[in-house]
C-alpha cells in the first residue's frame, strides 16, 4: 500500500478536511490517526502519514497560488460569442483546391471559417448560414456534421502566455458542471471553445470570474 496515495485520496474525497488543509486549520496529529483508524492502517504508519499530510497542504496551497493567478488573468478577459454555428469533420483525402475555394467564398461574404488539419480528418468550424456551400464542395467527403452549436471567444491579455495552467484549469471548469466540448482551438490571446447551444447559459456563469 502506497501511503502517501492513500492518505491524498483520502483528504480529496472529504471537501470540508481538504479545505480545512488547505487554509492551514488542521491539527495534524488528530486527522493522521483518524485516517488511521479509518483506512486501518498501522500505528507505526502515523510518521508517514503525517509527512503525506504536510506535503499535500504545501501541494494545495501552490495550486491555489497558481489557482489565483488564472482567476485573474480571467477576470480581464473578453468572451464573445457566435450562436448557429457548424461543424463539419471531412475526410483527408480532398482535392485541397476545394477547400481553398471553399475559404474564399465564405469569406467573400464576410464570413468566418476555421479549418484545423489533423492526421486523418479535417475539421470546418463556421456559420449555419454557409452549411450548402459545404455541401458543394465535400458532400461526398463528409464524416460528421454537428449543428446548433455556439462558438466562445475567450480574448485575453498578453500575461496569458505567462500563466501556467490556464487551459486545464478552464477544461477542468467545463468537466466539472458537465459540460461537453465539442471542439477547442486557440491562436495567441485567443481561446476558443465549441459547446452545444443548451449549454451557453451554464458555460457563460462558469467564465464569469
Not at 153 to 162: G, W
Request: hydrophobic residues 40%; glycine residues 2%; charged residues 30%.
Amino acid at each position: 500500500m502506497n501511503l502517501t496515495k492513500e492518505t491524498e485520496k483520502y483528504v480529496l474525497e472529504h471537501p470540508s478536511i481538504k479545505d480545512t488543509l488547505n487554509k492551514g486549520l488542521i491539527n495534524y496529529s488528530k486527522l493522521s490517526r483518524q485516517i488511521i483508524k479509518e483506512l486501518n492502517l498501522k500505528e507505526k504508519d502515523f510518521d508517514a502519514v503525517l509527512v503525506a499530510l504536510r506535503r499535500l497542504e504545501y501541494n494545495l496551497k501552490k495550486k491555489k497560488s497558481f489557482e489565483k493567478q488564472i482567476k485573474d488573468l480571467l477576470k480581464n478577459t473578453k468572451l464573445e460569442t457566435k450562436n448557429k454555428m457548424i461543424v463539419c469533420i471531412v475526410e483527408k483525402n480532398i482535392f485541397y483546391n476545394n477547400l481553398l475555394e471553399l475559404q474564399k467564398e465564405i469569406k467573400n461574404q464576410k464570413g468566418e471559417i476555421h479549418i484545423v488539419e489533423g492526421v486523418h480528418a479535417i475539421t470546418l468550424i463556421t456559420s449555419q448560414e454557409f452549411e450548402e456551400i459545404i455541401n458543394k464542395y465535400f458532400k461526398n467527403n463528409i464524416i460528421k456534421k454537428s449543428k446548433n452549436l455556439v462558438e466562445i471567444i475567450m480574448r485575453s491579455p498578453e500575461s496569458l502566455e505567462d500563466v501556467p495552467g490556464v487551459m486545464g484549469y478552464l477544461y477542468s471548469l467545463f468537466s466539472q458542471y458537465g459540460i461537453n466540448i465539442v471542439e477547442t482551438m486557440s491562436c495567441w490571446t485567443d481561446t476558443i471553445f465549441v459547446i452545444a447551444e443548451k449549454d451557453l447559459e451554464k458555460t457563460m456563469k462558469i467564465l464569469s470570474f
